[in-house]
């Protein structure tokens, strides 16, 4: 990797060899794209660095020919396996690691299926793989697994994945079904305790054009406004079934949409849906903030008061 940045430094701070790149490029039919360099804030930057490089060898390789003082940065053919096996092993993660970093659509209920995915096929050990790409492998999906390891993270997963209508409890581990289903009554039940069923169902309707309110007669004192906990149990244990039995949603849809469309449906589920959906998976969108914050707040503009400030990161978020 050291050789591969000096590689990439020895064109970003010369013209003439950023002119000679070209003209290489042409001669061997290749793209003419100018190297990446890497960005250490970061992750993907490095894997964008490697491809290009491995993309332009030949050409870099026939730069350096023509120059005594850069010689010795010409890639090795043992370099260049190194390369090939650190690229083969990180390129299929960067289209998930820009899919997870979103704040615009659910993204929580996606790490499970994602790990499951990179355990049994993406990072799975192959053949023809050399040493190095099975190492990088294994050791990816060693700290993917031990970073939700946690018993407290594995039931938020869980939870996640089963309040998705595009998965349920397809990726919940069949030993940890009943007690998840379990925590899903559970937390049905607090949900209404604290809110209405009624204020659940129903979603709030404007004022100016709700019709006024009838007098109270003397039968509404006699309505039974408390349902026994026998029939309360039996109507949250039926509807989650029904949800659970109901066909999967496709993975294409959005699941916001769905429980927006079926809150009439499952009423409960959908409060807990609001709960768990609106988790982010990384910490991309919160670090997207300082980073706008800092680039608002610099040195010429620290008198700016914390509520212009507030409305300028709001305006640059939102357009």
Not at 1 to 15: E, N, R
Not at 217 to 241: H, M, N, R, Y
Request: charged share 30%; hydrophobic share 35%.
């Amino acid at each position: 990797m050291g050789v591969c940045k000096k590689v990439v430094s020895s064109f970003s701070y010369s013209w003439k060899k950023k002119r000679a790149l070209t003209e290489a490029q042409r001669q061997l039919k290749l793209p003419e794209h100018s190297l990446k360099t890497e960005c250490p804030t970061r992750w993907g930057s490095r894997q964008a660095m490697v491809d290009r490089v491995l993309e332009q060898q030949k050409a870099i390789a026939q730069v350096f020919s023509g120059d005594r003082k850069a010689r010795h940065l010409t890639l090795t053919w043992q370099d260049i396996d190194v390369l090939e096996a650190i690229n083969k092993s990180l390129s299929p993660l960067v289209e998930f690691t820009d899919a997870l970093s979103g704040e615009k659509y659910v993204s929580v209920s996606f790490l499970k299926p994602t790990l499951h995915l990179f355990n049994n096929q993406i990072l799975e050990v192959q053949e023809e793989d050399t040493d190095l790409a099975k190492s990088i492998k294994l050791k990816i999906v060693h700290y993917l697994n031990d970073k939700y390891s946690d018993t407290a993270t594995q039931e938020l997963l869980d939870m996640a994945s089963a309040l998705d209508p595009r998965f349920k409890l397809k990726y919940v581990n069949e030993d940890k079904r009943g007690s998840i289903e379990d925590r899903l009554i559970a937390e049905m039940k607090t949900v209404m305790e604290n809110i209405p069923l009624e204020t659940a169902a129903t979603p709030a309707e404007d004022t100016e054009d709700a019709p006024k309110k009838k007098k109270k007669g003397l039968s509404s004192f006699f309505k039974a406004t408390v349902t026994p906990p026998q029939q309360q149990d039996q109507a949250i244990a039926s509807e989650l079934q029904s949800y659970l039995q109901r066909e999967i949603l496709d993975a294409e849809e959005d699941p916001l949409k769905w429980w927006m469309e079926s809150q009439r449906l499952y009423p409960r589920l959908s409060n807990l849906a609001r709960k768990y959906l609106c988790i982010p998976a990384t910490s991309s969108s919160s670090e997207r903030v300082f980073s706008t914050c800092g680039n608002i707040v610099t040195c010429l503009r620290s008198s700016l008061k914390p509520d212009h400030v507030n409305r300028l990161v709001f305006l640059a978020k939102n357009l």
